[in-house]
């Protein structure tokens, strides 16, 4: 007998009737067999409209109070479920963050997980019930109190109980039927991936493809959990992420190409060049917490210091702000930013081991008149940095060079 | 110092411009020296919005699913007069009933409380903060379960919480003024009282004043709790419910006049006057989940018994089907059934010890042509059964009678 975490998001169980279909979903698989837990998050809406009531308060809350409050959207709804499983033949039970086991560190609205006691939900398991787990959410054992777990919470809740259970699948329903080679609104022929390793996922997913935040993945990996990322609405096969494939994998070169248009990119030219002068820099600006995503420095032969980085388009004018406040009025000091530039990227586990591939890329890139203003490069990825008008044309190119003839894309 | 409870229920946190007004009565106690500590429901509509959901899947729902999802009507309004009242400068924190340590039994959906572990309570209440409660619920330790208090829930809470505090006084905010010697709507001269003893209101209470629920008053009643009732909307003194006013209160006979026209009459004539034959019809009905409130059984000359009972009009049709069950076509019997009837009482600790308040109660009505059905008497009460259609006379002529030309009512 097996056991199956199934995680279903929030336009998943938007309203009652599509809640009748997720226990139906539930149901089926465990009139399969298996042993079941499902992860459900707030209907659509509901966590939008308690944060609405409480900013008509005030704009700055205690996160201590947006936790106790917004966690219930998820503790709200998973009754229903039950409710909808009971009436369905099928025993079932609801179960908070708390009731689940789920304890966190004390970071309102950003808690983490720091350990599972799962003995409860097993001993309902093992008298056969189906059992509904709230998602995002968790409790701090020394304070007593609710947190939630920050965006993706709910993924991140059914990764974590599908490693503490040991489950042998952890599937995320999405309104995607999987992961693709491309975006398939950019590239017509993108094929859907059945298998991926963790490590190509977290890559993805970090570079822009927004099927499942990167700490979800990250804990999948850690832990060795299957993750199966499948459609909520169609009953097709999904995408399997796992680290048991690396046999398999070895064949691919590239298993997908990304985009991330949310990307801006600051320029500082002719800086002094004395030591700590980078340090300064990325010291005010984690202060003004502003993340920095690629950084290029050049050494000038005139002595004086360039440096490039790139930061998302929600952070640039605080980006902006930091570097004029430190370099306004400096001497022969030059400042460029740009927000119009986006991050084209590849990714696949076989660049470890084929040489060749980062010239491939850029040489497709030229061909096809598109400059390369930066790169970054990992053990299983190559970025390239670009005018935005260029990124559909990009992801097109790239997605011929290394997938566009394959017929079995991710096998 | 002082420690005050303050409980606003739903209509007074129906939105975020409410929950201020709430938060400035409790800054402003808090402000005059008090310690305090607000027990708040759900918003307005909020609790039934949810049981709707519930209703939607089934309407046979699991009553530990259904306290899981309702109380966190209660829990989502807390953080919201914890932001207002941070947002006028106070320190505040909130709770929910797990958090506040309301321990109860395991009886999903009435669960009573079994004890208050109040110290984070305290704790928080020593650091200066205003402490908000979630009301309405509690958790029962053996299972981890969240439970709710049924009906007046978060009265129930409030009163609780000031017992084990030892407050010097609950303050139950509501959208009437305080208790009157009778209902205003029917008697125009009726007095708001300034002080009664949780004697009088208990039967005030279950004879059809809506202000408090019975239990409630109970608790405070054991606990020796002052309960003040009084209004959200209005700056003024309410009624203090207490039992600290014996002196005073020995000057005052007839302290209030009340009547319940959710009354229906069943009366059985003519029964095989046999052992045991009353034990068989309320044993039925307690089985139908029919609760009996007045009952008059007579013996007559022909050896057959007559049985007359009152029940609340919503259980009447149920209590109606277990009499023809049990008596359809038995010889000789006559069953009648009467919807149309109302209770009228008066109400008053100097009963005690005054003679003939019955009579002078008896001898008003009949003066006034209202035929008295059935008669029902404790020690601070007399209950008369009339025909629903004298009820509003009934109630103005008893007022007139015993409250009509006192200036000091209540005193």
């Known amino acids: 007998m097996s056991l199956v ?69 998820e ?20 179960f908070t963050g708390m009731q689940a086991g789920i304890e966190t560190d004390n970071k309102y609205s950003k808690a983490r997980i720091t350990k599972i006691n799962a003995e409860r939900i097993k001993k309902a398991l093992s008298s056969g019930k189906i059992c509904v787990v709230a998602g995002f959410q968790g409790y701090c054992p020394e304070t007593g109190d609710i947190t939630t777990l920050g965006r993706g919470g709910s993924d991140t809740t059914a990764v974590a109980i599908a490693a503490a259970l040991k489950a042998d699948v952890c599937e995320i329903y999405t309104d995607v039927d999987g992961v693709y080679t491309a975006d398939p609104r950019i590239v017509r022929n993108a094929k859907k991936m059945d298998v991926i390793s963790h490590e190509e996922m977290l890559e993805l997913s970090s570079l822009g493809a927004k099927v499942l935040v990167s700490r979800c993945i990250e804990l999948g990996m850690n832990y060795n959990v299957n993750i199966m990322v499948l459609s909520s609405l169609e009953d097709k096969p999904g995408t399997l992420v796992t680290s048991q494939t690396e046999a398999i994998m070895e064949e691919m ?81 030059k400042m460029e930013f740009d927000e119009n530039i986006a991050k084209v990227s590849i990714v696949g586990v076989g660049m470890k081991s084929h ?5 491939t890329m850029f040489k497709n ?47």
């Open 355 to 359: 040489s060749g591939v980062a010239a």
């Open 253 to 333: 070169v590239v298993s997908g190409v990304t985009s991330d248009k949310n990307q801006a990119k600051i320029a500082l030219r002719n800086l002094p060049d004395r030591p700590g002068i980078a340090a300064e820099l990325f010291t005010k600006l984690a202060e003004a917490n502003v993340n920095v995503d690629m950084i290029i420095q050049n050494f000038g032969s005139n002595g004086k210091a360039d440096i490039t980085f790139t930061v998302s388009n929600t952070e640039f004018s605080l980006g902006k702000d930091v570097c004029k406040k430190l370099y306004d009025g400096i001497s022969g000091v």
């Open 5 to 73: 975490v199934m995680k279903f998001g929030g336009t998943s169980v938007a309203d009652t009737d599509k809640i009748k279909n997720v226990a139906a979903k539930a149901a089926a698989k465990k009139l399969q067999g298996h042993d079941v837990v499902v992860v459900a998050s707030a209907m659509a809406g509901v966590t939008d409209k308690l944060i609405g009531y409480l900013k008509a308060i005030t704009p700055n809350y205690d996160l201590r109070e947006y936790d106790q409050m917004v966690s219930t959207g």
């Open 75 to 94: 503790t709200a709804n998973v009754p229903l479920v039950v409710q909808a499983l009971k009436q369905a033949g099928l025993s079932s039970e609801s």
């Open 365 to 411: 890139l030229s061909d096809n008149n598109i400059n390369i203003m930066m790169i970054s490069t990992s053990e299983i990825k190559v970025s390239c940095i670009i005018n935005e008008k260029f990124n559909e044309l990009a992801v097109r190119v790239l997605h011929d060079a290394f997938l566009g003839n394959e017929d079995d894309v991710g096998k």
